[in-house]
């Protein structure tokens, strides 16, 4: 057992557990109806002996559990840092025995955390990146119009009529007619939107393709062929980089192509700053870590997991998901999902302690005083008052705790 793993037994005996099991006895009897009393008014004694003190243990529990946790943390004096595991060992009319399993922080060793050798990459940005994101901007008010001729190329989106056969069947779901696909949307099965290419209206073909390997279980791997005909071809005409196109961008300043140039180098400057200032922490903290000693319970990574799977499910609520939906979708399950995400979760918990550790070793303090000045300023960014926002954050000690982990990446960046 590794030393960060603490079991502790505690006991509920006497007086307190009477107590309890007085709580629960009311609790039961507002709701039973015992011959010769109003419901509700059976004495004890009376209730006992037709539903048994056995009827009153469960309600018993769930009211003892947290302050015999309490105990057993002020006890101890332990912190810990995920739920514990609880068994109950023994339970009767005098007492009842808690067997909690606590996790506190596993120990850290702290390896090299400044001075990393990490390089920070330079911002730069290239001519063909300025005219690849102009080209991007004027797609949004791009013009779709019906090519009178030509074959259909990559963007283009080509209307069409198919049919899919497997194993010499028609597929199921897997014709339509008068369907507008674009190229490069990646809308079907590798293979089919390139096949279109070059095609003309009214054309027609067959396409041999195979399904992916991780596609639906019945599909999976299997030879399909498509019969596809083209009906009409559709092209986006992008506008001309004029003054109309500013003012549709909303750069009412830029007046010719070379200033809405200069914008869109600075717009990518600050884009690409961000994301290397971004990607050095990041790697940073990854170097740190590799320094960094400590043996991770396995408790700890589930933890994380479970949490990130429910953040998960959230975010597919917010598309009008639910997670078996996705499984469904994805043809995976809870466990293939656990596995995927403990990667990302064991990396997580190690920066998490590292920087934890690294404010420690630097004494890294943050008053009251300095997290309601940043409260403030954050509170205004966001149209709040500073107590609207920290309440919405938590309290005042978590916005300390971010700004002290803040400093600690700040430290291991110099």
Known sequence: MKKNVHEIEITIEGKEWETILDKSFKKKNKDVKIDGFRKGNAPKDVYIKKFGIESLYMDAVDMAVEPAYKKALENENLIPVIEPALDVKTIDKDKVVFKFTIITKPEIKLGDYTKLGVKKDEVKVTKKEIEEEIDSLRTRFAEIVVKKEGTVNEKDTAVINFKGYVDGKELE???????????????????????????????????????????????????????????????RVLPEINEDLYKDLGFDDI????????????????????????????????????????????????????????????????????????????????????????????????????????????????????????????????????????????????????????????????
């Not at 639906?216 to 092209?235: H, P, R």
């Open 173 to 235: 779901g897997g014709s339509g007619e008068n369907y507008p696909l674009e190229i490069g949307s990646h809308t079907f099965i590798p293979g089919f939107e390139e096949a279109l290419i070059g095609m003309k209206v009214n054309e027609e073909k067959t396409i041999d393709l195979k399904f992916p390997d991780n596609y639906v279980a019945d599909l999976a791997g299997k030879d399909v062929k498509f019969e596809v005909k083209v009906l009409e071809i559709k092209e």
């Open 255 to 414: 007046k010719t192509k070379e200033e809405l140039e200069a914008k869109i180098k600075s717009q990518l400057e600050e884009s690409k700053k961000a994301r290397i200032e971004e990607e050095y922490a990041e790697k940073c903290l990854d170097k740190a870590a590799s320094n960094m000693k400590i043996d991770l319970n396995e408790e700890i990574i589930d933890d994380e997991v479970h949490r990130m799977i429910h953040q998960f499910e959230n975010q597919l609520k917010n598309q009008g998901l639910n997670i078996e939906q996705y499984y469904q979708f994805t043809n995976t399950t809870h466990e293939d999902l656990h596995k995927q995400m403990e990667g990302e979760a064991t990396k997580r918990i190690k920066y998490r302690f590292l920087l934890e550790a690294v404010i420690d070793a630097e004494k890294i303090e943050v008053t009251d005083k300095d997290a309601e000045a940043k409260a403030d300023e954050m509170a205004k960014d966001y149209g709040m008052t500073k107590e609207e926002f920290i309440e919405a954050y938590g309290n005042i000690e978590y916005i300390k705790y971010d700004m002290k982990m803040r400093k600690a990446i700040e430290i291991i960046q110099a």
